[in-house]
């Protein structure tokens, strides 16, 4: 491998024959797939010459789908102080890099890094699981398993390019590679080769590929050079709640109109359309978010981690913490609970068009119209405290 040394993969542990008889079958009906897409004999031969089935990996999804935090704790790891003086230290040691990276692709430098920082902590920590035979694992086992089909080839076509043997192709255990944790399918998309050194390179020591690919991403997904993502706002008393949400979009002059002030202070410059943010309700912070803010969202679209993404490269520049803290009471609802809200509400004549645990935009709009009818805050926002009044 050019450019440093990248971490070898950790060893598979055994699993039961029939389990491994299974995947095998599986994985030779799974060869004429690879080879309609363009996959060579030589190709899948090397690749899958030692794979395995990683009963880890689906230890891991398991334990994924049920886990919950709240936004505030969240980012106190995301954001913490060591984190902030590491990415101030990263801006500083590959500031050459960055700013041609800045340069060309318009991307901000300290929300590259940020990036960087929230995937892998500044490269510390890639992942050493062996990615072939994690997603040929994740895509047997059928859960998501088309999903991870798609990973599959597209890992493939990433070693058959060259870009990197399968030996040294290591990251998370769903798939995630490198320094910023690329999945295979937006490698492909999006991954850049700025060393010019002929392979596009986000594994080894060296981080300036995939810094690079990751301002390449943001910029195809509409990065405004000089907008900020989101500006902590001061709500005024009565404001309705009802206008928070990304589906509400209003210039910063027509928010100041109805009242909403930067937290610090003062007006907001005309960054473009904007949107009303109360992550945690209306005992938290509140945000007003531009375009960019979706632009982050397109690498993972959780709130938390885009809010985390944008907080931590603000605190890079220099930039001080949020002026209102977060409500830090209670626990963020469990997937079951997230379930059962939604079945009450719907049964309560407040249809949340579907129960599938998600509190997205038809979940709030149904609670902030029975906040409204009991004389709530209608902030939108799901806790225990509104569960156990629907119960």
Request: proline residues 5%; positive net charge.
């Amino acid at each position: 491998m050019a450019k440093g040394a990248t971490p070898m993969a950790d060893a598979i542990p055994a699993t039961d024959p029939a389990t491994e008889a299974r995947f095998e079958a599986w994985l030779r009906g799974f060869k004429s797939r690879a080879m309609a897409n363009g996959i060579t004999e030589s190709t899948w031969n090397r690749a899958m010459a030692d794979v395995r089935y990683n009963p880890k990996v689906i230890e891991r999804d398991r334990y994924q789908s049920e886990f919950t935090k709240s936004i505030w704790d969240y980012l106190d790891s995301a954001v913490s102080p060591e984190r902030v003086a590491n990415g101030q230290q990263m801006l500083r040691r590959y500031g050459p890099q960055l700013n041609a990276i800045e340069k060309k692709y318009g991307v901000d430098k300290e929300v590259v890094v940020a990036i960087w920082g929230m995937e892998s902590r500044y490269g510390a920590h890639r992942g050493t699981t062996a990615i072939i035979p994690a997603l040929a694992t994740l895509a047997y086992d059928g859960r998501r398993g088309e999903f991870f089909a798609k990973q599959l080839i597209a890992a493939l076509k990433i070693i058959q390019s060259g870009d990197v043997d399968e030996r040294h192709m290591t990251g998370s255990w769903a798939g995630a590679m490198g320094h910023t944790q690329f999945i295979p399918t937006s490698y492909e998309i999006y991954a850049v080769d700025f060393t010019g050194d002929g392979k596009r390179d986000i594994w080894s020591n060296d981080p300036t590929d995939a810094l690079a690919s990751t301002a390449a991403y943001l910029a195809r997904s509409g990065w405004s050079k000089g907008q900020p993502w989101g500006v902590e706002v001061a709500l005024p008393a009565g404001f309705n709640y009802s206008l928070t949400g990304k589906g509400t979009k209003k210039s910063p002059a027509e928010w100041a109109a109805l009242g909403v002030r930067s937290a610090t202070g003062g007006s907001i410059a005309n960054y473009g359309p904007a949107s009303i943010l109360v992550p945690a309700g209306a005992k938290g912070p509140a945000f007003m978010i531009f375009g960019n803010f979706r632009a982050i969202s397109r690498y993972n679209a959780a709130d938390s981690y885009v809010i985390g993404v944008g907080h931590l490269a603000d605190r890079i520049k220099g930039k001080g913490p949020f002026v209102r803290d977060w409500p830090r009471t209670g626990k963020p609802l469990s997937a079951p609970q997230k379930i059962e809200l939604q079945e009450r509400l719907t049964a309560a004549g407040y249809d949340t068009d579907g129960t599938d645990g998600k509190i997205g935009p038809n979940t709030a709009k149904a609670i902030v119209a029975y906040q409204k009818a009991k004389g709530l805050a209608p902030d939108g926002y799901a806790t225990l405290e509104l569960l156990r009044t629907l119960r």
